[in-house]
């Protein structure tokens, strides 16, 4: 859903939302209701924190690292570049990224789907480590995806994760950006305040500049 200005990059988050085998899946419950004498209707929610977008926190892939709430917010906030590699094979490369070089701004969202999955599919295109490595150098502080995670389903190494610690840099992952068209917007995708927590959902949008 958009409006002229503004695209919604986030999938939603319901309970056949696809998740990583072990991820605890979104359920809702009411524990008040109007129509059984309730002043509101009151829910409450379970879901693992990389549910839908999401934002990784350090904690994530390296033990004692920052868990969520304690993570800087510029990143997540500011001038951001959607970059198309659709089909591109298993891994985003630095030559998928090289075309749009020029004058990088400190975020950027790839595109690799032509439509966002609606169900777990292990086969998802991942980041190349040293294409995150790649934007570290120019500068960029976020990257993004629009699969579940920046390493490929089966990796046991995390060497994209483990190249986002070395650099410090923010990741989002599970976007859906079907509908933007390569070019630069501003990004809003604030985390959650969770403490302790590993990673936070976040309404992901971009507003054209």
């Known amino acids: 859903m958009r409006s002229p200005a503004l695209y919604d990059i986030s999938p939603t988050v319901d309970p056949a939302a696809p998740l990583f085998p072990g991820d605890l899946p979104y359920a809702l419950q009411w524990t008040a209701r109007i129509a059984g004498g309730s002043s509101v209707n009151l829910s409450a929610v379970q879901l693992s924190p990389h549910a839908g977008a999401h934002a990784d926190a350090p904690l994530h892939y390296a033990d004692g690292a920052a ?8 990143p997540y906030l ?18 998928h990224l ?11 969202l790839v595109r690799t789907c032509r439509r966002a999955p609606t169900v777990w ?6 980041y190349a480590p040293q294409a995150l490595a790649w934007l570290g ?13 920046v390493d490929p389903a089966d990796s046991k190494g995390l060497e994209a994760h483990h190249t986002l610690l070395r650099l410090d840099m923010r990741v989002l992952e599970n976007l ?20 302790g927590a590993c990673a936070s959902p976040v ?4 507003r054209a500049l």
């Open 137 to 149: 150098e120019r500068g960029v502080r976020l990257a993004g995806i629009d699969t579940p995670s």
């Open 98 to 108: 090289q075309r749009a070089e020029r004058g990088l701004p400190p975020r950027v």
């Open 67 to 74: 868990s969520i709430e304690a993570v800087d917010l510029a």
């Open 176 to 195: 859906v950006l079907d509908e933007v068209p390569e070019g630069d917007y501003e990004l809003i995708a604030l985390p959650l305040k969770l403490a």
């Open 78 to 95: 500011g001038p951001c570049r959607v970059i198309h590699a659709i089909d591109c094979g298993p891994l985003v490369g630095v030559e």
């Open 203 to 206: 309404r992901a949008v971009l």
């Open 121 to 126: 599919d292990p086969g998802f295109t991942a």
